[in-house]
Every structure is written in structure tokens, then in C-alpha cells.
């Protein structure tokens, strides 16, 4: 277990005292997913509806609260129904982001004035229905990069609870595999990937392939990102944690540190937030420092 962190809060701004904090933030800060078994999201009587693929519009995979960019449909994106439905859907995921941000502000204060909230999201199918290309297949090992969204080292924090109305014991568990600590996979694949082609982050914004410049930091997480989907003896590597996060559970990572893939599972509530490198307890366990540290250069 000691890629996970276990917590005993039930609540969703727990007290913690100043060395507690710093003392699990360093843990998450070295890529480790900290785990609440007892923190559960309330899903009330009427609210239960929600937890159905039926308001998913057209090839969307999740109901994302995005108030800003779809007012058409109440503020959820991806979503389809009657608008007094979605307003009570687009409340219950907002509900869920004010938990997820109190928890990590009662958690790892220090981050509390400098987080960016992304999108919060709903995602009612099952993991294993959405067979993808390689490089999309979320059921292998990876870290997150994104194409199309370098971030030049800014983290990306995870809040996760399985909301999957399983009363069953053992039934409705979020399966994931959970691979080495980022150092350790940094050096294994660091070797095999190549410098970016000069002009190619220029040539890439240009194009619009990017929504902002691609640095080199970006160019390493997008390759390892690849190599590690790409490379089957390293998916199927035995010391490669399974770990079942049950009903009524939450769990928090850097998703661009923590090696992890989705096997299987329904129902899950997930918050992206933003986090600059600096504003870490301990900055130098951030993916950029580790990088630039076995590649001895800047790579910002
Ligand atoms: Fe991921």
C-alpha cells in the first residue's frame, strides 16, 4: 500500500493540524493517491436519477458543469433533458465541486489562494464500454498529458468519489492499476524519448494543434505518456498495484504524476483543479524538477 495514502476523514472539511498537512501533501506531492474510504458524497433521494447514461447527448462520455460555456443546457455540458431536469443535475455537480474544494483547502491550505478550478464532471458509463484508440484508452498505465493543453510543468490535481449506487458489499468498486512513483518511470522511459524537432512547438501553436506554446516539458510528459500506453510488458508488470476504491469512497492525486489506469467501474464524480508548481509544500517533487533533474537541463 504504499502507493496510497489512507485517511480516516468522513467529512468533507476535516480539521488537520499544520504538520499533518505538510506531512500528506508531501506524499501526494511524490505522486502517491490519497485515499478517504470513509468520504462519501451524498447523493440525495430525488438526485438519483442522475446516476443513468440517459443524459449523456450524442457521443459525450460525461456531464461536465461548465456554467460559463453551456447555458444552452443549464450549465452541464454533454447533457441532454428537460432544463428543469439539468438545473437539478448542474446543481448536484456543483454541489460536488464545493465539497471537492473545501476538502482540499481543509486539507493542503498552502494551495487554497493560488488553485484554478477546471471543470467538475459526472461520468455515468462504464469504464470498460468506451473502447478507444491506444493513445485515448484510459485502461492502460499513464500519466495525463494532454495534446492540446500544454501546461509547462502547472499540475493537475484530482478529486475522485464513486458515487455508484451499489448496495451490495464488494459491488460497484472504481478499479485502477497504479503504477511505480514518478521518479522511477521517469527513468525508465526518459531514455527512450527524443528532443522535440526544432520549431515544432511554433509550428504546432500556429497550426492551432495547441491552445498555447508546447515547452519541452510538455513535448516529455505527451511522449511518456505514449511509450508507457504503447509498451505491453510494462502494462502487464506484476508489481503494478490493483486497488478496487469502493462506493461511498474519494480519492485525490496529481494525475500527471500518478502512473494509474481505469479497469473498470460506473458512477464516478471527478474534479480537475490547477495548481502552479511553486505553490507545493515541496516544489522540487513536482514533474518538472524531476525531469529537469535526470535530464540536467531547464525545461520549462
Ligand atoms: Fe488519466
Redesign the pocket.
Known amino acids: 500500500m504504499h502507493r496510497i495514502l489512507e485517511l480516516p476523514f468522513a467529512e468533507w472539511s476535516p480539521s488537520i493540524t499544520a504538520d499533518e498537512s505538510r506531512r500528506v501533501a508531501g506524499e501526494l506531492e511524490l505522486g502517491k493517491i490519497v485515499y478517504l474510504p470513509q468520504l462519501r458524497f451524498k447523493i440525495a433521494e430525488t438526485e438519483r436519477r442522475f446516476l443513468d447514461t440517459r443524459w449523456l447527448s450524442g457521443t459525450h462520455k460525461s456531464l461536465s458543469y461548465e456554467p460559463q460555456r453551456a447555458a444552452a443546457t443549464e450549465g452541464v455540458r454533454g447533457a441532454q433533458g428537460a432544463p428543469q431536469d439539468l438545473r437539478a443535475l448542474a446543481a448536484m455537480i456543483a454541489r460536488f465541486q464545493k465539497e471537492a474544494l473545501a476538502l482540499v483547502h481543509a486539507l493542503f491550505p498552502q494551495y487554497a489562494p493560488h488553485l484554478r478550478v477546471a471543470p467538475t464532471s459526472l461520468r455515468p458509463g462504464n469504464v470498460e464500454q468506451h473502447k478507444l484508440s491506444w493513445r485515448k484508452d484510459?485502461t492502460l498505465l499513464?500519466?495525463?498529458a494532454f495534446p492540446s493543453r500544454p501546461n509547462r510543468g502547472e499540475r493537475i490535481l484530482r478529486i475522485f468519489t464513486n458515487v455508484h449506487p451499489a448496495g451490495a458489499a464488494g459491488k460497484g468498486a472504481r478499479v485502477w492499476k497504479v503504477g511505480d512513483l514518478f521518479e522511477d518511470t521517469a527513468k525508465e522511459f526518459l531514455p527512450r524519448i527524443k528532443r522535440p524537432i526544432p520549431g515544432s512547438a511554433a509550428l504546432l501553436r500556429t497550426l492551432g494543434v495547441t491552445k498555447s506554446r508546447r515547452s519541452h516539458y510538455d513535448h516529455i510528459m505527451l511522449r511518456m505518456h505514449d511509450q508507457m500506453k504503447r509498451d505491453p510488458a510494462y502494462q502487464s508488470r506484476p508489481t503494478h498495484l490493483t486497488f478496487g476504491f469502493p462506493p461511498g469512497s474519494t480519492w485525490i492525486c496529481f494525475?500527471d504524476q500518478a502512473a494509474?489506469?481505469?479497469l473498470s467501474g460506473q458512477f464516478m464524480m471527478e474534479q480537475t483543479l490547477h495548481l502552479p508548481l511553486d505553490r507545493q509544500y515541496f516544489p522540487e517533487r513536482a514533474p518538472l524538477k524531476v525531469l529537469e533533474r535526470l535530464r540536467r537541463r531547464a525545461l520549462a
Open positions: 484510459d499513464h500519466v495525463d494525475s494509474h489506469a481505469a
